[in-house]
């Protein structure tokens, strides 16, 4: 790609990313849209709420099963090809959950959909890196930053509104015209925009790769609903994955085209870009699952007021993720990505002190200035890390990072439930209902501590952050 920049060509482009944005959105959004539902749905079809987290770690474990295995599909398929298979199973996924009369046809419909979601989020990765200039991704990149924080972060506040006045069946009902305007604006903007080669599907690395995340994934899911890190079940998952994921690495390392070129790791300010993506991605979502608990639990709000709470920061987060992008194009990331995560860093000490007795407000305003701090970190960071990589290895660098994103947010989110889960155990067994409240109280206090700590160490990292654009040939 040529740096020129042509104007004509930026509006071909802008309506390009438009159907990837409105598709990648709609497959966010599913991630905790159905959080809100989950006392309703165990209602209807009988089941505890350990039983009805499934259909939230199912998804999960789909994404961070397909995803690494995006980066083959990405080589050998064209860009059309996977966009429109991306969008089918999207679909067909929100029919099935839409009308399933059971649980167990609900949780396949919410397999099928994230089968849409594991191909479309790096595959819109990879297009923006191909087709917009050096000079011009961190606004592009931007939009997909609104799309990974906005979607999970609206989607409690949009199914608090459904569910005050309609059934679960139109959380799926809603997404459905979205998705056929995004399979319309594919099938007539996007065009391919990388060579298509014979790549061999590796079973081996395939099996490897499915041990690995998705033992990674399941053991941290388990551990969430059991309230321990010590269970069987856990740490035989979680061993599990370690072991298929050190002998999927150097199965990797060995092969003349490997499933997933690890290659990608010799590059420092990509692995310094991953490290914070993914903290902020655990942050985020750690966060997400930690306070709607604590405003229906401690504050007994509504599920509605709830999500209106949470609803501003959703929305600035929207804005700012733009401002990051053009900040990015503008400076680079060595300014905005350290403040950004300090910013985020401040609230979250704020946010540790939450109780019974905090205001609303201090809420809206420290869940506000939370995502400002991730919007401004999250992004920059990424498009930078992508930006060192050369264009043979963009399938590969993409993958990699939204295969460790994906599993940092499901890892997050198991640890902070888990985190509460032990505290409140630890409280209820003095037998005082005053102890009982408080540890649920200091449970979430908890939790949110553990973001923290998480939110220093990417601080820490990103002072070592370099503009890649500067070393690059203009």
Known sequence: MQESFNEKLYEKRTKIISAFLVAAFIGLFNETALNMAFVELGKDFGKETSTIQWLTTGYLLTLGILVPISSLFMQRYTTRQLFTASLS??????????ISPTFEVLFIGRLVQAIGTAIILPLMTQVVLMVYPISKRGAAMGKIGLVIVFAPAIGPTIAGFVLSKLTWHYIFGISLPFLAIALFLGIKFIENVSETRAVKFHIPSIILSTFAFGGIVYGFSVSGDVGTFMDKQVLIS??????????????????????????????????????????????????????????????????????????????????FSLVAGNLFDKYGPRGIVPIGLAIAIIALIFLRTIDENTSQL?????????????????????????????????????????????????????????????????????????????????????????????????????????????????
């Not at 199973?89 to 839409?98: K, Q, R």
């Not at 902070?416 to 005053?434: C, G, R």
């Not at 649920?440 to 820490?460: E, K, P, S, Y």
């Open 238 to 319: 979680l061993g599990v994955g370690v072991v298929a994921l050190v002998i999927f690495s150097s199965m990797q390392l060995k092969m003349k085209q490997p499933m997933l070129n690890l290659r990608v790791f010799k590059y420092p300010m990509y692995i310094f870009g991953l490290v914070i993506v993914m903290s902020a991605m655990l942050v985020v979502l750690s966060t997400m699952v930690m306070l709607p608990i604590y405003l229906q639990n401690i504050l007994l709000l509504t599920p509605v007021v709830a999500g209106l709470i949470l609803l501003p920061g959703g929305v600035i987060n929207a804005f």
């Open 89 to 98: 199973f999207s679909i067909l996924g929100t029919v099935i959950a839409a």
């Open 362 to 474: 201090l809420i809206i305003i420290l869940h506000i200035f939370l995502l400002i701090g991730v919007s401004l970190a999250m992004m920059p960071a990424s498009t930078n890390g992508l930006n060192q990589l050369p264009e043979k290895l963009y399938p590969d660098g993409s993958a990699v990072m939204n295969t460790l994103q994906q599993v940092a947010g499901a890892v997050g989110t198991a640890m902070a439930v888990t985190i509460m889960s032990i505290t409140v155990a630890n409280s209820v067994k003095m037998n005082d209902k005053q102890a009982a409240a408080q540890g649920a109280i200091d449970g979430v206090q908890n939790a949110i501590t553990f973001g923290l700590v998480v939110a220093i160490v990417a601080f820490i990292v990103s002072l070592f952050i370099k503009n890649v654009r500067k070393q690059l040939p203009h």
